[in-house]
């Protein structure tokens, strides 16, 4: 199966397109919702967490696994690439979401990107970092949402208030520069915000959402690399798995992923 891990519920909106994009491969997503958030934790902690999560997911038998998660991408991925792979599965594969992200983002030829994130991930200034590593004359500007996570986590995306919170962030983006003309959602819960964040941009701004890029990218790593496309089932099935309660789990897990998840429930560290 190919892994997908997350320190909770925002990764199905990535398995989501994925799995729309590519629906023949078998899939196995993680949640560790008993650990969430892990933007607000140290770099240390997050890789051990991201660690766990991997080792558990391979011993399940993935050769390839997908860090669907934007803090785990940020603290932990190189590390887990550079150290903890070719020592202990030289063999597996794992990969991020930051990384195939700014490669779509550059793609587009534009001078001036917008990143709306978790605090956490903007503190790491991981997709500057990585968009400048590729095109240092590309200017990124980021903003922080810390109260969206919470927000659709409680089920309030269709709330009033919501409208005027996405709007105060905009403001906040837009501030620091008006020719922005694109912006990357660069937590995997916002787009379940999609259709707010476009009535509130200008006609001109173009948002990008992080699961088709990372489908895209995925058919595109797979077609390059045989030595793990062959090891993939294709079976179309879908298994779930989380760290917390598995009856919360399922019923948050239908606003993300689009429809009806039973999980079973597991023990990480």
């Known amino acids: 199966m190919i892994g997908f891990f997350d320190s909770g519920f925002g990764g199905l909106t990535i398995l989501k397109k994925v799995v729309a994009f590519l629906?023949?491969?078998?899939?196995?997503?993680?949640?560790?919702?008993?650990?969430?958030?892990?933007?607000?934790?140290?770099?240390?902690?997050?890789?051990?967490?991201?660690?766990?999560?991997?080792?558990?997911?391979?011993?399940?038998?993935?050769?390839?696994?997908?860090?669907?998660?934007?803090?785990?991408?940020?603290?932990a991925l190189r590390r887990i690439q550079q150290e903890f792979l070719p020592e202990a599965y030289p063999d597996r594969r794992v990969l991020g979401v930051i990384r195939p992200s700014a490669e779509a983002i550059i793609e587009t030829g534009c001078q001036k990107i917008g990143v709306l994130a978790t605090e956490g991930v903007v503190a790491s200034g991981a997709y500057r970092t990585e968009i400048n590593k590729v095109n240092p004359s590309i200017k990124v500007f980021q903003q922080a949402c810390p109260l969206l996570v919470p927000i659709i986590e409680a089920g309030e995306q269709d709330w009033e208030g919501t409208d005027m919170i996405v709007r105060k962030y905009l403001d906040g983006l837009f501030a620091q520069d008006r020719q922005i003309d694109k912006i990357l959602l660069a937590c995997t819960h916002y787009p379940i915000l999609s259709k707010t964040f476009e009535k509130n941009v200008p006609s001109h701004v173009a948002i990008f959402e992080q699961g088709p890029i990372v489908a895209r990218k995925l058919k595109d790593y797979l077609r390059r690399h045989t030595e793990i496309e062959t090891k993939l089932k294709k079976g179309k099935d879908r298994k779930f798995?989380?760290?917390?309660?598995?009856?919360?789990?399922?019923?948050?897990?239908?606003?993300?992923?689009?429809?009806?998840?039973?999980?079973?429930?597991?023990?990480l560290g």
């Open 241 to 267: 798995l989380t760290t917390d309660v598995s009856e919360k789990f399922d019923r948050l897990a239908r606003v993300f992923f689009g429809q009806s998840v039973a999980s079973d429930l597991i023990s």
């Open 23 to 75: 629906p023949d491969y078998d899939y196995l997503y993680l949640g560790d919702n008993a650990r969430v958030p892990y933007g607000n934790r140290s770099q240390k902690m997050v890789y051990q967490f991201t660690r766990e999560a991997v080792d558990f997911l391979f011993k399940q038998g993935c050769p390839l696994i997908i860090i669907a998660c934007n803090a785990a991408s940020a603290k």
